[in-house]
């Protein structure tokens, strides 16, 4: 599968709907420790609504679809990821805008501006704990492989490996933003919630590539 | 947790049930979203503002909605954002075609919310433009005054900027004056006593028996200094100090003055307070045009108190003195 | 004892002083003594209206006196009458021929007090009436009425009388409104924490955690049921119940509402509990013609609240309209 | 010393003061007990100014002299005693007004007056544990005394004993006024300090008589 059409971003939309589900307790978990808890509801119902949007979508181009369903997660959930995600997805959009199909360049430029966007929105960059911590190692390692020739399947393989070693590495970080923030030094030991989710959105896009 | 409530839950949105039921003729909610406030008379071709924030700090931030102030506000749970979306919702209820100027508090979540609803409204043809109050000296040095975080001192930006609207002014010269308002003042809190956010059920901090915390947020946000309780008088001094060298405010100036009370304690502190303010502004040489002593910017049952400055010209002063009127906030022309 | 004071000798008069220096253009003082507070503006040929009591209570007592409502204020130490010398001080400077009105509330030093001051300033040839208000339904059997405290419900007695007499008219008139209105108000209570008199350093009785006392008076004056607290709304309806069946307020009635709190309980609980107010007086078919929820009679930092209704007629209804300013109360046109 | 002149007037306020100022730290520990601990004060303050106020006084008449000085207490000390005593002054003299000479029968009127007017100031009433219940008994004394032609100095030795034996009698009374209010039924076994304090000044007028 070398290009994806709007009908292969439709089924995306619906696996991470999936993925949220099955993932639900996880995150509550994880976002139990040093946060509210509430990740995993939050992000069950920012893809609940995104796959219902996207399933009832008519038209065939990807960058609105995309946009639209980033608009509609920032309804959907008022946290933070609910928030970042929405904007990832917005922004997204934006740059494939008007593009029918979607091959390996575009699925770069794709992670290129999710990850900004998310940066811009949160004011944060490599290294504080978040999921920008998940997201930029992938959209560096999509860029290059995309600049490479490399497949999308291979491209998206190296970019879902790059996010669960960004995952990794803030277990030896010091939260900067959000509540954990609030616990300083004693945050640093802990997986950061947010990066995994990252890294379990670039994942069902690999998988579905695969 | 000694609280007037039915359930943690409903808390928010029992409090607007009572704030709609109480003044029908003043306020309204869009979107069928109790928490999508808006004034109850929109002006025809005004510069709608808008302002938002977490719950637990009435006046702030839907009690400044009102006449020659501001038109509409989207409202968190306790001490959270409200989303991006409820903003959006107000931002379009308020536009009437001059466009929205967003004033709030240096906040992650509420930049985060407040970005993106901009991004929306932007898609929608409305225009909005953004100031970010942040004047708690305490909250980070000089040098990085946009790392401040917003306090009782929001209330002058929305005060002046509402005035400013109100004289129906373009959207680029209400975000000026927004912003001159936010270059000039300067707050100080200091906190006796910590709160309970209702759905938590205990307080999130402690202040020893005896013993202040001055620089404290308001929302428990760690402060400059913990010690024993001093007098009034040295409390004042030592706040007043810190926002006098901060701006710095000289000899000559004319400020209004916001002695805030953070929830529980009473005005007859509010105004011991203000007795060495006033005294400490004459040494000081500093002219005082206006006095504010009241709950302008809580956080529920915390004890506390908070100084603002604002330094004055012509400009601020017309719209300062300019008359307002919310459910929350009376002023008549000075 | 956790507040914002110098010495506990010196709080009333600091109080007073930085009340003085933030509102010079409004307040004053007579007699050389800082507890004889005067509007700065009296008004000739006006019939002058005094007030007085303890302190402790902001904005009761002085803060009723300014445009549209009172013209002085006696000011005792806290929770003490002021002197019938005091309360005389005041009545010279405030009666410019029209006669003085003495409105406050039903306890025995103040009483005894203003007639006092009532005696001696019917020596010095001022004509001077004296309307006592009493409406706490808790403190006292119907029947009874005469024994009950006043509280928060001398708001409303202030305000028609004193738009009253802001339109010009005689002595005997400004009376009979007073007393009308004292005749329509019942006030209920319910407390949920003590407050600390400065003087004495520890609270004069307590409260359980977990406990509420319904009916308990602004001293501390014990209440008629304390037990657990319930949820907002069931306080509520065991208050406006009792209230509703002393007058009775009935289908048909128009009243003004006062949702008022005690100190410490942050306006988010008082429009939880406006919330069932409004409820309950719709299933009852009250109508309600104005709603005021704030601080208008406090305990220092006790937490608690009370409810008050005033029924109305037109005329109190015009009185309650009209304007009124003053430094702790504005109020434009209705 | 069958009637007393202005001068006997001023020799008698002056005498209050006297007496009060030897009685302040008993006064204190008294109102101590079940009240603020300020009797004594209060009352030096009181009669140090009515004493100053009337040694000042140049007319003959009694009747003004006596109110004035009840206005003069007034102006000197806020707390209930304080209050009362000035009125019971300021109505006794109102009482004697015209008068340049007061013998049996103006005494009698004199106490029936200050009596009255503080029991209508307090509402307060015999059995309440006031100093109405040192005045009461004073001032019927009194007046039964001089309707039977008794001496000015016997009616008032009479009015004196009827005043101390009230003051006993308040030791088996529950406060219904004032601070000691407060206390309920504990308050019973106390001996009130505005009973006490009544019951002396009446001592002084007929120490002086004596
Ligand atoms: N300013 C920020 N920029 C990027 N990511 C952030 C920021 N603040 C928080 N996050 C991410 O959000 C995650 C928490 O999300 P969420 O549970 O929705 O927060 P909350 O419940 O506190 O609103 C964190 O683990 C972190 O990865
Ligand atoms: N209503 C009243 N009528 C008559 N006497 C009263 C009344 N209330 C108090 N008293 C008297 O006043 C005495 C206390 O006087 P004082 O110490 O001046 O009171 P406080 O210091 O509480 O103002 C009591 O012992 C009682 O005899
Ligand atoms: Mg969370
Ligand atoms: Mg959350
Ligand atoms: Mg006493
Ligand atoms: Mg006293």
């Given at each position: 599968m070398e290009t994806l059409s709007k009908k292969d971003f439709q089924a995306i939309f619906s696996a991470l709907k999936s993925m949220s589900e099955s993932q639900k307790e996880y995150l509550i978990g994880l976002d139990s420790v040093m946060g509210d808890g509430d990740l995993g509801l939050t992000m069950a119902a920012v893809f609940k609504s995104a796959s219902e949007f996207a399933a009832e979508?008519?038209?065939?181009?990807i960058g609105s679809l995309v946009m639209k369903a980033g608009i509609t997660m920032a309804k959907a959930a008022p946290s933070t990821m609910g928030t970042l995600m929405a904007t990832g997805f917005m922004r997204a959009g934006k740059a494939l805008k008007g593009k029918d199909t979607v091959n390996a360049a575009d699925m770069a430029d794709f992670w290129r501006a999710f990850t900004d966007g998310i940066a811009e929105r949160g004011k944060s960059k490599v290294g504080e704990k978040t999921i920008i911590d998940a997201l930029e190692p992938a959209a560096r390692v999509l860029a290059e492989q995309a600049s490479s020739g490399a497949s999308l399947k291979d491209a998206m393989a190296a970019a879902k490996d790059a996010a669960f070693a960004g995952v990794e590495a803030t277990k030896d970080m010091v939260a900067q933003h959000g509540r954990a923030a609030y616990y300083q030094e004693k945050s640093r030991t802990a997986q950061d919630p947010g990066a995994t989710v990252g890294a379990m959105v670039i994942q069902v896009f690999a998988d579905y590539v695969a | 947790m000694k609280k007037f409530l039915n359930k943690p839950e409903t808390f928010v949105d029992d409090m607007i049930r009572g704030i709609m039921a109480a003044h029908p003729d003043k306020l309204t909610y869009v979107n069928?979203?109790?928490?999508?406030v808006v004034t109850a008379k929109v002006k025809k071709g005004k510069v709608g503002l808008a302002t938002g924030g977490g719950s637990g700090h009435l006046p702030l931030f839907l009690g400044y909605v009102g006449d020659g102030i501001l038109d509409g506000c989207s409202v968190g749970g306790v001490f959270q954002s409200p989303s991006a979306e409820q903003m959006l919702e107000v931002t379009k209820a308020i536009d009437s075609g001059a466009g929205v100027l967003y004033i709030y508090g240096n906040y992650g979540g509420d930049i985060m919310n407040f970005d993106m609803a901009a991004e929306m409204a932007d898609m929608e043809d409305i225009r909005v433009e953004q100031v970010v109050a942040g004047e708690d000296v305490a909250s980070s040095k000089k040098g990085e005054e946009h790392k401040r975080r917003g306090v009782a001192g929001i209330f002058f930006v929305y005060k002046v900027a509402g005035a400013c609207a109100a004289a129906m002014k373009d959207l680029d010269e209400v975000k000026r004056v927004a912003m001159k308002a936010c270059d000039n003042v300067r707050t100080m809190g200091v906190a006796l006593s910590p709160c309970i956010v209702p759905e938590v059920g205990k307080p999130s901090f402690s202040i020893g028996e005896g013993e202040m915390e001055i620089g404290m947020g308001i929302h428990g946000e760690p402060g400059i200094e913990r010690g024993p309780l001093k007098s009034a008088d040295e409390v004042v001094k030592q706040m007043l100090d810190a926002i006098l060298a901060d701006l710095p405010y000289v000899k000559g100036d004319e400020v209004a003055v916001l002695v805030n009370g953070?929830?529980?304690?009473p005005k007859e502190e509010l105004y011991i307070m203000y007795r060495k303010v006033d005294e400490m502004l004459k040494e000081h040489g500093i002219k005082v045009f206006h006095v504010y002593v009241g709950e302008f910017a809580t956080s529920m049952e915390m004890s506390g108190a908070s100084i603002t400055l604002l330094k004055l010209d012509d400009e601020l002063k017309t719209y300062l003195s300019m008359p307002a009127n919310t459910p929350f906030f009376e002023q008549v022309q000075l």
């Open positions: 979508y008519a038209d065939d181009e | 069928d979203d109790l928490r999508c953070l929830g529980a304690t």
